[in-house]
């Protein structure tokens, strides 16, 4: 860092491995900043679940390079079936029918966590940017630079420094630090406070052998009282299961986090007589897993995403509507936009009024799409793991309206992030929409998102208080 401000490359650290941080590293080799990973764990194939990843999500992966490779070690959806806890069928959506999925062309793709992660390392042309064992401990940050500290003694320095580190971020927490006690000191203000995380539900997190009665490409969403479940068999006929618990009203103890297998056939022991399908119950999942995990459902819409140098990308919002990695991928794409234009500036790459106006137009365009989705999120969990007799009467309108929140939560539109600075892909036998069209409809369906979520939400805090 011997040379002046303005002779050195812009340089961003970024905390964290994750599909969100790799993902970032992938945008940023694109252009002229410099970039330093730094992840706790020791290797980048992290354990975990499946997941589900849209063409929200798939758009930016075929513009970095990656979309055939996820699209070879995944499974393409064939169909969306909603069951109730006694097996009834509520409404089975064949993939073909998602007029989003047509046009696009991008199919709906599942795919375990960890061949996503591999995936986003061995394809990274700057692998040795990548460092491993570096627990971060202390970011510092001054007028021209920000330092972040590791628990081995390392550190390194940067312009940026990106939390992509999960809910229990480092960098979160030391940005709060930072503004705490010396914004909040130097003005005298109290105004600006973290908002905290909830966990009202538990989630469980699995990973089975193949079961016979599951068709490979299915996804099975199940109501029960004060749980839900979704099922996905994806490549190789693994199963990926996800089950929340809503942690009151079920009367059931739980612990907060555990991967002990015993406890969890404590926890999952009400569930296991419980159709996941006509003819397919949560106990043969169950007895076949080789990995899960219990996990808190944390959920919080941060006023901050950045102050100063520290920024944050990520989700905090249940998996219920599958666009966890998918809004990850996209906010490490935004961010880069807005980096990727701050660093091609005219102006000294330390003038920290630039970069807050940078950081701060990022957040206000980035918080429009994604506090839409948070609430839907919020929403979906409490209506479908409901014990309240109240939201239980929305679960079978919600169950057939599933093909329309598919394709909702499944459409580009134009607040869809994309890397603004690399070509977009053409998608062979795509649909064409006229794109007055397409906006039309897009506004449509967006209008009446926040009234089905207000209203949701609006039953729930009624029931809550209990009137």
């Not at 193949?210 to 996905?232: D, F, Q, V």
């Amino acid at each position: 860092m011997s040379k002046t401000d303005s002779q050195r490359q812009f340089h961003v650290v970024i905390v964290g491995a994750s599909i969100a941080g790799l993902t970032l590293a992938h945008c940023l080799s694109s252009t002229s900043i410099e970039f330093t990973v730094l992840e706790a764990r020791s290797d980048p194939f992290s354990d975990g679940a499946g997941l589900a990843i849209l063409p929200n999500g798939a758009r930016i992966l075929d513009q970095l390079g990656l979309y055939q490779d996820v699209l070879d070690q995944g499974e393409c959806m064939v169909s969306h079936s909603t069951w109730l806890e006694d097996g009834r069928l509520l409404r089975r959506v064949d993939a073909r029918q998602i007029r989003s999925l047509r046009r696009t062309n991008y199919p709906l793709i599942i795919i375990s966590r960890r061949a996503l992660l591999g995936i986003l390392y061995t394809r990274l042309q700057r692998r040795s940017c990548v460092s491993f064992d570096k627990r971060v401990c202390r970011i510092v940050s001054s007028a021209g630079e920000v330092t972040v500290y590791s628990a081995d003694g390392s550190s390194v320095s940067g312009d940026l420094v990106v939390g992509a580190d999960g809910v229990y971020s480092t960098v979160r927490a030391q940005m709060w630090h930072h503004i705490n006690n010396v914004y909040n000191a130097s003005t005298g203000s109290h105004r600006l406070s973290e908002v905290p995380l909830t966990d009202s539900f538990a989630g469980v997190f699995g990973t089975s052998q193949s079961i016979p009665g599951l068709e490979r490409g299915s996804i099975h969403r199940t109501y029960g009282h004060g749980w839900s479940t979704i099922i996905m068999k994806g490549e190789d006929s693994k199963v990926f299961w996800f089950i929340a618990i809503a942690r009151a009203g079920t009367g059931q103890s739980m612990p907060h986090r555990s991967s002990d297998r015993a406890c969890l056939a404590r926890v999952v022991e009400p569930l296991l007589e419980k159709h996941v399908t006509c003819n397919v119950k949560f106990g043969e999942i169950f007895h076949r897993t080789e990995s899960c995990i219990l996990v808190p459902l944390e959920e919080s819409f941060q006023t901050r995403w950045s102050w100063g140098r520290f920024v944050g990308i990520g989700d905090a919002m249940t998996p219920n509507l599958a666009e966890g990695a998918n809004c990850a991928i996209e906010s490490a794409a935004s961010l880069a936009n807005y980096l990727a234009a701050f660093a091609r500036g005219p102006t000294s790459l330390s003038a920290q009024e630039r970069l807050d106006l940078t950081l701060k137009t990022w957040e206000d365009s980035r918080k429009r799409r994604m506090k839409s989705l948070f609430i839907v999120s919020q929403c979906a969990v409490r209506i479908e793991a409901t014990t309240s007799w109240v939201l239980r009467r929305l679960q079978t309108f919600l169950g057939l309206l599933h093909v329309t929140g598919i394709g909702l939560l499944t459409d580009i539109t134009s607040r869809t992030a994309r890397v603004d600075y690399l070509p977009l892909p053409r998608r062979r036998d795509a649909e064409r929409v006229p794109r007055n069209k397409e906006e039309s409809g897009w506004n449509i369906q967006l209008a009446t998102l926040p009234l089905t979520a207000t209203v949701a939400l609006m039953f729930y805090v009624l029931h809550a208080v209990g009137m």
